[in-house]
């Protein structure tokens, strides 16, 4: 079983930047992957970006180019650094950690909205 932990979120006004982390433990496979999700009112939840423990990455394509996502093996940690931030992009942050078979545990969410 993994436990995913993330503090951060809150408000920022648009055009503004924030940093999630995600910090993992319990029994962690050495091969694995990490994403964040996001869920706004209304709307399925949605993958936002991803990152394989070998670092290779994918993005949605609504965030390509404003956000990157990236990891501390070392510290079994995932960060997702937000920049150019819209209103759309206001939802519930979710942290994920899966294997080759999807994803498996799950953070308890954070709330980032972007407003003025």
């Known amino acids: 079983q993994v436990q995913l932990v993330e503090p951060g979120g809150g408000l920022v006004q648009p055009g503004g930047s924030l940093r999630l982390s995600c910090a993992a433990s319990?029994?962690?496979?050495?091969?694995?992957?990490m994403g964040w999700f996001r869920q706004a009112p209304g709307k399925q939840r949605e993958l936002v970006a991803s990152?394989?423990?070998?670092?290779?990455?994918n993005y949605a394509d609504s965030v390509k180019g404003r956000f990157t996502i990236s990891r501390d093996n070392a510290k079994d940690t995932v960060y997702l650094q937000m920049n150019s931030l819209k209103p759309d992009d206001t939802a519930v942050y979710y942290c994920?950690?899966?294997?080759?078979?999807?994803?498996?545990?799950w953070g308890q969410g954070t709330q980032v909205t972007v407003s003025s």
């Open positions: 994920a950690y899966g294997r080759s078979w999807g994803y498996e545990s």
């Open positions: 319990g029994s962690i496979s050495s091969i694995n992957v």
């Open positions: 990152i394989t423990s070998g670092g290779s990455r």
